[in-house]
């Protein structure tokens, strides 16, 4: 009895609209096509960025990791040996800038940075993500 006299009261609340169904906000083909080449510009952005010296010493990201590989953006955040934490894409953005590129850590909502992670992580796409993973 009790177990019919919840169903009905939430059949009620549904019904009277207290208990809302959400939805995603509606978007457009046109949206989408906006919304994607916006991205693509970003990431071009920071393919050019991957391929810059981004520090004093003149050497660059593509150096170590040519087309982003080995950069695994699916495993962030994880425990990161050389900062010696659990840490985000952008910590060891940064750590690679300062100590193997020689130069100085971006902000971390500096559009570089949005750019270098845009870029990393599309070259990626389509790998699961596996948080944590070594």
């Avoid at 019919?4 to 096509?33: P, R, Y």
Wanted: aromatic share 8%; glycine share 6%.
């Amino acid at each position: 009895m009790k177990r019919v006299l919840i169903i009905v009261c939430m059949t009620a609340f549904i019904g009277t609209g207290l208990v809302g169904i959400s939805s995603a906000d509606e978007f457009t083909k046109k949206d989408l096509e906006k919304w994607n080449k916006e991205f693509m510009s970003v990431v071009k952005e920071g393919e050019k960025l991957f391929h810059s010296a981004l520090g004093s010493n003149k050497v660059s990201c593509d150096m170590c990791h040519p087309n982003a590989s080995n950069t695994h953006p699916e495993t962030y955040p994880k425990f990161q040996k050389q900062i010696g934490k659990v840490v985000a894409l952008r910590d060891m953005i940064n750590w690679c800038i300062q100590n193997p590129l020689e130069g100085k850590p971006l902000k971390l909502d500096d559009p570089k940075m949005i750019a270098l992670e845009a870029y990393i992580t599309y070259e990626r796409r389509g790998k699961p993500l596996e948080p944590g993973k070594h």
